[in-house]
């Protein structure tokens, strides 16, 4: 399998970027952590925009190989850079930009056709617009697309959705979700935001002053300790990426969640479709007995696995449910009421209506990617 593998160290005045990991490409792999752990310094360190030392690959490429002196210089990196403001020219119309981007490509072969990525992005009527006349959504899309026509082998995303308000990311987001989802195009992208995360990631790096945490699926990542120290009580939750099996015609979708099945509120979902579920810790509830007579529909049987201090006040629950694990924050009065310990028998509560789950399109074609870059700043 193609992977992204890099161990480097990069220092910037008194900050000092050690980077350990490894992750399988093609796929979404997002550099998760807080403001100041390195996730720029990363990002342009592998478009080679900054020096480094270590080494670099990319689909069996080297792209830097520091014992060895290999330094690809960034123009033949094959990249496509978005940045978080955009970056396009502001003297030409959006036609312009994207021929830009075009002419980034050189020779390289067309693996995702021009009309594939108007399409995707919805740029056809915005084609004759001047960039001042986008909305910063739409600047964006149009960065995007830029990057695309230059037949990237690799798409690098430094918070492309920071500096637009929480409305216009909704806005931008299910298009990032079709760029995942239509071609097998690799992507890096860098966020703070955990629910950009949850809904784009197929691997995540966690990084937090200057240092990779922890790096896998984003389920596995779920279950991190330093990941929950990272999104915060409110945040933390189990992931689970699970199939739709059927769609009742209330609009309640049915998922299998390890050894049991749960509903859960979704009208678009279609049988067979993948989902991604964000089961938080808040939303889930403890018996230690078989309910009944509840109005909530989701019991799930299992184990409870282990009780992690959380607070003076709250003990984080993991519950086993066959290959699964989900996590529910109980007090420790209640965990001491109900006489809680590893190993006994438990059932889990979860309401339909607190899950949040988004959909993934069925498997694209595996697509050869190409060469190109666009790794300029506006002249």
Do not use: C
Not at 100 to 121: M, S
Not at 187 to 206: C, D, G, K, N, P
Not at 250 to 278: M, Y
Request: proline fraction near 6%; avoid cysteine.
């Amino acid at each position: 399998m193609s992977s992204l593998e890099v161990q480097l160290t990069a220092v910037r005045g008194p900050f000092q970027l050690q980077a350990r990991f490894s992750a399988p490409l093609p796929g979404v792999v997002a550099l998760y952590g807080p403001s100041g752990a390195g996730k720029s310094t990363l990002v342009n360190a592998i478009a080679g925009l900054s020096a480094a030392i270590g080494s670099i690959r990319v689909g069996g490429l080297t792209w830097l190989d520091s014992a060895r002196g290999i330094d690809v210089p960034a123009e033949h990196r094959r990249i496509g850079y978005v940045f978080q403001d955009a970056r396009l020219f502001p003297h030409l119309d959006v036609r312009g930009n994207l021929a830009y981007g075009e002419r980034r490509a050189r020779a390289a072969p067309q693996v995702i056709e021009r009309k594939e990525i108007l399409d995707l992005l919805g740029l056809d009527p915005l084609l004759a617009r001047r960039v001042h006349q986008l909305s910063g959504g739409e600047r964006q899309r149009v960065a995007l697309g830029r990057a695309l026509l230059a037949q990237p082998s690799l798409l690098l995303l430094d918070e492309p959705l920071a500096s637009i308000d929480a409305a216009r990311r909704e806005d931008v987001l299910p298009y990032l979700e079709r760029l995942r989802d239509a071609f097998a195009l690799p992507m890096l992208y860098v966020s703070h935001q955990y629910e950009e995360v949850l809904r784009l990631a197929t691997h995540v790096v966690l990084l937090q002053d200057g240092r990779t945490l922890a790096s896998d699926t984003p389920a596995r990542i779920s279950r991190e300790p330093a990941l929950r120290a990272l999104v915060g009580q409110d945040g933390v939750g189990a992931v689970l990426d699970v199939q739709v099996g059927r769609v009742e015609p209330s609009g309640l979708a049915s998922v299998r969640v390890g050894s049991g099945e749960v509903r859960l509120s979704h009208p678009s979902a279609a049988p067979g479709d993948r989902l991604r579920l964000h089961v938080l810790a808040r939303d889930v509830i403890i018996a230690t007995e078989p309910p009944h007579s509840l109005s909530v529909r989701n019991v799930l049987a299992g184990t409870l696995a282990e009780l992690v201090d959380e607070s003076a006040e709250d003990v984080l629950a993991l519950v086993a449910v066959g290959d699964e694990q989900l996590m529910a924050r109980i007090t420790r009065a209640a965990v001491a009421e109900l006489g809680l310990r590893a190993g006994m028998p438990v059932w889990a509560l979860v309401k339909a209506a607190s899950l949040r789950g988004h959909v993934y399109s069925r498997p694209a074609a595996i697509r050869e990617a190409g060469a190109g870059a666009d790794t300029s700043t506006p002249e």
